[in-house]
């Protein structure tokens, strides 16, 4: 990986925050967080964000509820979406927006930051980053 950029962290969860602040932190990333969908928005909003690790349940609004924003914002924002636990109904709701990928936890902290990765890879490459 050459020169990580700016990741924001956006989960209730404050264990989840301070686990994948510190674990990203230590792979060279800058790190911001937030614990509801309004501070995202307004950190998307003032920030240079590359990329957005958002849970799916946030208070205010839900992440398929957000996306749409934070999409105004900035279309080429790169967003990861987890989910505590999935449903077939969440999971419907969050891919029928532009996400890069969609994690449920329980998958494993092994596989959300092999997502991490392969996203920054993509955009180190300067590959498109508009989704369809």
Excluded: C
Excluded at 66 to 92: C, F, H, Q
Aim: aromatic fraction near 8%; proline fraction near 5%; avoid cysteine.
């Amino acid at each position: 990986m050459e020169k990580p950029g700016t990741i924001l962290i956006a989960d209730p969860d404050a264990q989840f925050l301070s686990h994948w602040s510190k674990t990203l932190g230590e792979e060279g990333f800058q790190i911001f967080t937030a614990a509801r969908s309004i501070q995202a928005i307004q950190i998307v909003q003032q920030e240079k964000v590359d990329l957005l690790i958002m849970a799916a349940e946030m208070p205010e609004m839900k992440a398929y509820e957000a996306i749409s924003i934070l999409k105004g914002v900035d279309p080429s924002l790169l967003i990861i979406v987890t989910a505590r636990e999935n449903t077939p109904e969440l999971e419907a709701r969050i891919r029928q927006n532009p996400i890069y990928y969609y994690h449920v936890k329980t998958f494993g902290p092994e596989e959300l930051l092999l997502a991490v990765r392969n996203a920054w890879e993509r955009l180190a490459a300067g590959v498109n980053r508009k989704l369809d």
